[in-house]
């Protein structure tokens, strides 16, 4: 942390002339590309930049970040019990439901702006636009808002915007192991007296490398070929430890 402090306070120093005559607010990303690869766990990326005008000044300005991947559709389902036996009951699908979402800001957002422009940008979970089909029951918004939140696609305030000095910021975003490809967009909001005066959108890319990605292009070219694939490793590993536990 020591060490981004210090090269944040080395970047305001070389933007500082521009800053004064620029615009309010210039944020970069450390990396435009999340490789995923056989062994991924994760990763994060590092959202960092300065504004025009001191952070909680007067009157005071606030920095809000919010990342967004693919849309993608999404069936909620309410298990039964039928004789002892679990089913599958009333369901909902939600079309276009965020695969990815992360917010942060230097404050809460209920403290910065109004609920109106709250959902004008779609900042926080109740300001999503969660269009369903079917069942139209509260509580299957609530759980899917509960399973997006459990595997750690979707967050709220996980790590703070952090300040170096007065003008300069970053944020950590953590992209989870579970993190789909596609692409990605970052909003860098700047708010002053409950609105937001200044935007900028950066653009970031999640993809598959090396042996991961051969694994997926065979998947969608030649699903067969990858599902008798499948079976032979899976009938390999079998006999495999049958032989290792006979030898013990």
């Known amino acids: 942390m020591k060490l981004i402090a210090c090269a944040l306070l080395w970047l305001g120093w070389l933007m500082a002339p521009a800053l004064a005559s620029g615009p309010p607010i210039t944020a970069e990303l450390s990396t435009d590309r999340v490789e995923i690869s056989t062994g991924f766990t994760g990763a994060s990326v590092l959202v960092f930049g300065a504004t025009q005008n001191p952070l909680g000044g007067d009157p005071p300005e606030d920095l809000i970040v919010v990342a967004t991947g693919p849309t993608q559709g999404v069936v909620v389902r309410r298990k039964i019990n039928v004789l002892g036996i679990w089913l599958n009951g009333p369901s909902t699908r939600f079309p276009e439901v965020p ?6 800001a230097t404050r809460r ?3 910065i702006l109004p609920e109106d422009e709250r959902r004008q940008y779609r900042l926080g979970f109740d ?7 079917g069942n139209r029951n509260p509580a299957f918004r609530a759980a899917l808002l509960e399973l997006k939140q459990s595997d750690g696609r979707w967050q709220e305030y996980a790590a703070p915007v952090a300040r170096a000095g007065e003008r300069l910021f970053s944020a950590r975003i953590a992209f989870p192991a579970t993190v789909q490809t596609g692409d990605y967009q970052i909003e860098v ?5 409950n609105r937001v005066i200044a935007r900028q959108e950066l653009s970031l890319r999640v993809e598959r490398v090396g042996t991961a ?16 694939l499948c079976v032979v490793l899976a009938v390999l590993a ?10 013990n």
């Open 213 to 228: 990605a051969d694994i997926a292009s065979l998947a969608r070219g030649q699903p067969l070929l990858y599902g008798v």
């Open 99 to 104: 695969g990815f979402y992360a917010l942060t």
């Open 189 to 193: 909001l700047l708010a002053r007296e």
């Open 127 to 133: 300001n999503l636009r969660l269009r369903s089909e």
């Open 109 to 111: 957002v209920w403290e």
């Open 238 to 247: 079998g006999w495999l430890g049958s032989v290792l536990f006979r030898r």
